[in-house]
């Protein structure tokens, strides 16, 4: 077989290529600015351009019957794709969504999401859709490393709601791992699948846990949802480039816990529990137990 892979360079693409070691020819659409090192190391083929060119995509699909499409979705550019894609000859494809499309606001992406799910859907490609939840599980993944770098320089946390909210994001390379196994099983075929972590979890008991592995102290200030809402939204009006923004919070305060039930079934799906994956995440930044640093010389250099 004969593979192009978007988003190769991205958090979770880094850790797909190395699984397709082996699988067949690997091609990696990137971004003509794109670190494109560990591809080469890998000794996989590289094609240069943007989604939105299609006729440098056309170029890039030539020869291949495999697409795996890490690239986010919610960018409008999925019915090109999918049009290129069968144009091409491609047969099998696997898009990466996300269950960010279930959520009850009225995001500007999401329909967009379900515009590119619904082509996709409809497409004479043999796909199959993978829908993970917050991916976490290096620095790279700006989510949870941001929680940690937070909860490891202060003794407070002030979190806006009531905390009790179910979160349930999942391990980088359980990801992977699902994206891997999904192309590898003939039956994942016509079929989605929501990707979470292994068991959902309060807001509060992330922030419980994370600091249980800090060794710090648990201290959590809850703040009022809409005066923070309004506030935000005011200064978002203005055109201020704040650290959050309040869809970030309102997403917060509404459940994101998925069953997994049918990927473990049809390929296997197997996600590690948070206290593993946050475990690993810590020492990826060289964080080890009780907070302690390891010694910098030690450190990995990408």
């Not at 190395?18 to 794109?34: M, Q, T, Y």
């Not at 550019?77 to 969504?97: C, D, L, M, W």
């Amino acid at each position: 077989m004969k593979v192009l892979v978007t988003g190769a360079t991205g958090f979770t693409g880094k850790r797909v290529l190395p699984l397709l070691a082996g699988k067949g020819e690997i091609r990696c659409f990137v971004r003509p600015n794109s670190n494109v090192q560990k591809i080469k190391k890998l000794g996989y083929e590289l094609a240069y351009g943007d989604l939105a060119d299609l006729n440098v995509l056309r170029r890039a699909m030539s020869g291949c019957n495999i697409l795996i499409n890490i690239a986010s979705l919610g960018f409008g550019h999925a019915p090109g794709i999918v049009k290129t894609a069968e144009n091409s000859g491609i047969r099998r494809a696997i898009f990466i969504s996300t269950t960010a499309l279930f959520t009850r606001l009225d995001a500007n992406s999401k329909s967009v999401r379900q515009q590119a799910e619904d082509c996709i859907k409809a497409s004479k490609l043999d796909w199959t859709i993978l829908r993970p939840t917050m991916i976490y599980g290096a620095p790279a993944d700006r989510n949870i490393c941001r929680l940690i770098r937070y909860l490891q320089r202060w003794p407070i946390i002030p979190i806006i709601g009531n905390g009790r909210y179910l979160q349930q994001p999942v391990y980088v390379e359980d990801v992977a791992k699902a994206i891997v196994n999904a192309l590898m099983t003939e039956r994942t075929i016509g079929k989605s699948y929501n990707i979470p972590g292994a068991t959902a979890l309060t807001f509060n008991e992330v922030i419980d846990t994370i600091y249980k592995l800090l060794g710090r102290k648990d201290y959590k200030i809850h703040m009022p949802v809409s005066p923070v809402v309004k506030g935000l939204g005011a200064a978002e009006r203005l055109g201020l480039n704040l650290p959050i923004k309040a869809e970030q919070i309102l997403r917060l305060n509404e459940d994101k816990a998925f069953d997994f039930h049918e990927a473990a079934r049809d390929f296997g799906y197997a996600p590690r529990s948070f206290v593993e994956g946050i475990t690993l995440e810590l020492e990826e930044m060289g964080i080890t137990h009780l907070g302690k640093e390891r010694d910098p010389k030690y450190e990995t250099i990408e």
